[in-house]
């Protein structure tokens, strides 16, 4: 760093001058996930109701983390998080006036977010130590960094040096960022590796069937994919592309199965724009010459996903109906967390030749007391995927074909896989809407 050190020292400073560049109205956007901002989030709190209106658009820090000011009562009007995936701590906030969901697809939300607001006042993230060339880099999240990071008018960053270096991320030049707090915290480890359960296994082993030698795939997170990712150690040459970097997909690309081979663009690379992981993952990830890390502006785009032959995408869902409606991301008009890649793969994998979207989810919720499988969707629920594009459904109890269906031949495969205690009163509902005979 001695070539820089005098420009670097010269713009350090503390959290206290932090937050006293945020203002009045100021639009914020921080760096999400495993890269977010943990120290300006953790001292918020001391300036939260001396400030009005300020806008901040805030990622994720994994599921339910509450920082001090979301507890805080009486912000109303003083702060706004715009978060475009939800969970619980959200929820919370939302019914304390200071939380709101931004409804879109990954690949452009930045882009839309921009639109509508053309000025970001301040770009916030937690970067690696500043590198020989001078460059920090925004590891581990692509979601929407570089197209926040363009439109902003200051930056701020807390530089730390326990930030592993990921290829591909986001780098910022040391003159471009206003200014720099250091700060000393090991990277954020997330404890997402799951046990599946029995119907967890019997779904995966199902979905397993559809992966072919060569094939290119994408997993959500969760039992459930984790489950259909532990099926696949007896393919070869799978290629990745994600949006999200987990677990099991370090497990795949360390026992090579996972090699691009066969990828019909970024050959050999494993593409992905966010991590979710252990320190395990996070070995691999930096050890592997292979992996690229890229913007959600091009591993969520349709058009590029379209590219990659036999591309398979494998999600889950909140719950289904009988037209192939797809709920991914509430429970009725109660948001739970977000459409994310949801559309943007389930779309490109069924532009990609030869390549399928499969939805994977458990026939039942609440101990076997509601169908998954519905015959119209819970009002008010969010329609993630739309019926156009659904392809195919795996449950524990078999497969539903919806690519070149009529709306009878999906409802009657989807009540063919719903649970056996629900059949009947599917079959009533369905001939009530004249969906079969």
């Known amino acids: 760093m001695s070539r820089f050190e005098a420009q670097y020292r010269a713009k350090c ?6 937050l006293a560049m945020i203002q009045d109205n100021d639009i914020l956007v921080t760096s999400g996930e495993f890269s977010e901002p943990a120290l300006f989030y953790n001292n918020y709190h001391k300036i939260a109701a001396l400030r009005n209106n300020v806008e901040i658009f805030k990622g994720k820090k994994g599921s339910g983390h509450m920082y001090p000011f979301m507890e805080m009562d009486g912000l109303a009007g003083h702060v706004m998080m715009v978060a475009h995936m939800f969970d619980s701590s959200f929820r919370e906030c939302l019914n304390k006036g200071i939380a709101t969901h931004l409804p879109g697809n990954l690949h452009d939300t930045i882009e839309r977010y921009t639109q509508a607001h053309p000025v970001i006042n301040k770009f916030i993230a937690m970067t690696t130590g500043m590198d020989e060339d001078g460059f920090f880099t925004v590891s581990g999240c692509g979601m929407y960094e570089e197209g926040a990071y363009n439109h902003a008018e200051k930056i701020i960053l807390e530089v730390n040096k326990n930030q592993p270096v990921f290829p591909g991320c986001l780098k910022i ?5 206003d200014l720099i707090v250091e700060v000393d915290t090991p990277a954020t480890i997330y404890n997402v590796r799951s046990v599946p359960s029995e ?6 082993a199902l979905a397993a069937d559809f992966i072919h030698d060569g094939d290119c795939i994408q997993l959500g997170i969760g039992g459930m994919p984790d489950a259909v990712g532990n099926s696949f150690f007896d393919k070869k040459d799978l290629g990745l592309h994600t949006e999200l970097f987990t677990p099991i997909m370090g497990d795949l690309i360390k026992a090579g199965v996972i090699n691009g081979a066969r990828k019909t663009i970024d050959r050999g690379k494993h593409v992905g724009n966010f991590v979710l992981g252990d320190q395990q993952l996070y070995d691999i ?18 058009t590029v996903i379209a590219q990659i032959d036999n591309f398979v995408s ?16 509430s429970i009725g008009p109660v948001q739970y967390s977000g459409t994310g890649g949801a559309f943007d793969f389930a779309f490109g994998a069924q532009h990609s030749k030869g390549g399928r979207g499969i939805i994977a989810i458990s026939s039942t919720a609440k101990k076997g007391t509601i169908s998954k499988i519905k015959p119209t969707l819970t009002p008010g629920s969010v329609v993630s995927i739309t019926r156009n594009v659904a392809d195919i459904i795996i449950t524990e109890f078999g497969v539903a074909y ?11 495969q989807l009540i063919a896989i719903a649970h056996p205690d629900h059949r009947d009163a599917l079959t009533y509902e369905a001939k009530k809407l004249h969906y079969i005979l």
């Open 13 to 18: 400073g503390t959290v206290d001058d932090m």
């Open 199 to 204: 119907t967890d296994l019997q779904i995966g």
């Open 402 to 412: 919806m690519r070149g269906r009529s709306v009878a031949e999906r409802a009657k």
């Open 314 to 329: 494998i999600n889950t869902a909140m719950e289904i109906d009988l037209t192939g409606q797809i709920c991914s991301e």
């Open 173 to 177: 030049p040391l003159e471009k960022v």
């Open 285 to 302: 990830l930096t050890s592997d010459p292979n992996v690229l890390f890229r913007q959600a502006s091009y591993t969520n785009d349709p």
